[in-house]
């Protein structure tokens, strides 16, 4: 089973710890792909100064294969993100130098994995007729989406996934329904502390959420998303296929960031600079990938 995360990566700096983690969608799917056995690659941009340096040694250590992987010099995109209580507030991101243009060659490259996996904060979401002409396309449209902005897409994919935890049931169900009606193979609607949907033509699948001792949730639907792209292309039945994301999910949550590899950063100084101002809704959602 051969993955490639293809798109975003980011530096959480989480500024009441002082500490800087790895992270983006389309990394940590690769990661957790990597760890539940897949071969796994990332496509994508970072910069050459301590952030993408550390995000690169992390995909290193997590055995992704980096070959696909270009390293600019500037700056590494970043979320800068503060505790106020017990509640993850993003105050604000850069994800300038994670933006690219997929060119011919890249394109080519996906052909040599069985699914390539991109989200709605990297820059690939045009590009998944394309894509799905070389590979099973996996993608999350996180939990802002535009429905008629990702409806032509979803027949091209091989999973569709999106973040409901604002959802009651019925229309996470009702989500789910019309993301198989409109071609896509699999929907995964992820509903947080209640569990996820999983639909194909086979049904409509739910999953409860573990239970366990939460620390930071970031990454976790990523994780979720792993667990279901490496269970289906390894023949797992449904049910075994959640479980085993479930339980992935639920490790993440007891981590910080989304898979740990932090290093120390000048906090006061990211402070100083940004003036502890908070985004708008719509940036923090880009920042969660």
Request: with cysteine.
């Amino acid at each position: 089973m051969r993955v490639l995360g293809a798109g975003d990566n980011v530096a959480d700096r989480y500024l009441h710890q002082a500490m800087l983690y790895p992270g983006g969608n389309a990394v940590n799917v690769a990661v957790f792909a990597a760890r539940l056995g897949a071969r796994a690659g990332y496509l994508g941009v970072l910069g050459d100064d301590a952030a993408g340096r550390q995000i690169l040694r992390a995909l290193e250590a997590e055995h992704v294969d980096t070959a696909l992987t270009r390293v600019v010099h500037a700056p590494n995109a970043t979320a800068d993100v503060e505790l106020v209580g017990n509640d993850r507030v993003f105050l604000r991101s850069d994800r300038t130098t994670a933006l690219f243009e997929l060119d011919d060659a890249q394109l080519e490259a996906m052909a040599d994995y069985d699914v390539v996996h991109s989200g709605y904060a990297g820059p690939l979401l045009t590009r998944i007729p394309d894509m799905a002409q070389k590979a099973r396309v996996s993608f999350d449209f996180g939990s802002r989406f535009d429905a008629e902005e990702v409806r032509p897409y979803l027949s091209h994919l091989h999973l569709a996934s999106f973040s409901g935890g604002h959802m009651d049931g019925e229309e996470a169900r009702m989500l789910v329904q019309r993301v198989l009606d409109a071609g896509a193979e699999y929907a995964l609607v992820t509903l947080g502390a209640h569990g996820a949907l999983l639909g194909s033509a086979e049904g409509i699948s739910q999953q409860a959420a573990d239970r366990v001792n939460v620390r930071d949730t970031l990454g976790a639907g990523d994780a979720f998303i792993a667990g279901v792209l490496v269970g289906i292309g390894t023949g797992r039945d449904i049910r075994s296929t959640l479980v085993a994301a479930s339980a992935q999910a639920a490790q993440v949550c007891q981590v910080n960031g989304a898979f740990e590899h932090g290093i120390p950063f000048d906090a006061e100084a990211v402070r100083r600079q940004h003036g502890n101002t908070r985004q708008s809704n719509d940036d923090q959602e880009a920042v969660k990938a």
